[in-house]
């Protein structure tokens, strides 16, 4: 069994939608959490990071930890075509050996 | 914010040769680097993790000797790939890890990622 779990789609939707994507993962050490969007043939780009369980909002994006779980997500609303890319949610045990373990990404097309 | 650069963005090179890819962080000064490899619809596979002024630390199932590491000063990491065989084709992604302000806070660490090499070896 991976450490963490994503469904690498494609995720198909129209303009304006709301999009989910999620993460299951097995390793309860884990207590920070962060998305990254890859566009193609790009390196990631931080979206957004929790330390722990609950919500965090930025503009139309949401993440969300449940611990108790073990899922994560990441709420993006009124998609937009220039949102189309790879998502990858990625965690770590926050120690100071700092190795972040990665989903496989979601591939995500917003079609206008 | 942040910025990772890394150079060449792609290479093309006969099998048997050897690339070198520079990773540096540009406003920051990063004690930590990552090297990651990602083939085709697949996530980042870390490599090894570049220290500097020490010797780096290979994953499981990586050869150090066809991987060699430098991380020479604090903004500058890099990766070596000795006699290239097409199997090593792939894009190679490094990041930095910037410190967080807070004094003994590992939490507010951030890890910057580079926008990637894609090597061909032919």
């Known amino acids: 069994q991976k450490e963490v779990e994503q469904d690498p789609g494609p995720l198909s939707v129209p303009e304006g939608a709301i999009v989910s994507l999620n993460c299951t993962y097995s390793n309860s050490a884990f207590q920070y959490f962060m998305w990254y969007r890859q566009y193609s043939r790009k390196g990631p780009e931080l979206l957004m990071y929790t330390y722990s369980s609950g919500n965090k909002e930025d503009g139309r994006f949401t993440a969300q930890v449940d611990k108790s779980s073990k899922y994560i997500s990441l709420f993006i609303r009124d998609s937009q075509p220039s949102d189309s890319a790879t998502y990858l949610c990625?965690?770590?045990?926050?120690?100071?050996?700092?190795?972040?373990?990665f989903g496989a990404g979601t591939r995500l097309f917003v079609k206008a | 914010g942040a910025v990772v650069s890394q150079h060449p963005s792609r290479v093309i090179c006969k099998s048997g040769t050897s690339v070198k890819i520079e990773c540096r962080s540009l406003?920051?000064?990063?004690?930590?680097m990552f090297w990651y490899r990602q083939f085709p619809k697949q996530s980042l596979m870390l490599m090894a993790t570049?220290?500097?002024?020490?010797?780096?630390?290979?994953e499981q199932g990586v050869e150090k000797d066809k991987f060699l590491i430098n991380h020479a000063s604090l903004t500058l990491s890099t990766l070596t790939v000795t006699s290239a065989h097409p199997e090593d084709s792939s894009f190679y992604i490094c990041?930095?890890?910037?410190?967080?302000?807070?004094?003994?806070?590992?939490?507010?660490?951030?890890?910057?990622f580079g926008p990637g090499t894609r090597l061909t070896v032919l």
């Open positions: 570049s220290n500097e002024g020490s010797k780096a630390t290979y």
């Open positions: 990625a965690m770590r045990v926050n120690t100071g050996g700092f190795k972040t373990i």
């Open positions: 406003d920051f000064q990063a004690t930590t």
């Open positions: 990041s930095a890890v910037r410190k967080g302000r807070t004094s003994g806070s590992s939490i507010t660490d951030t890890q910057y």
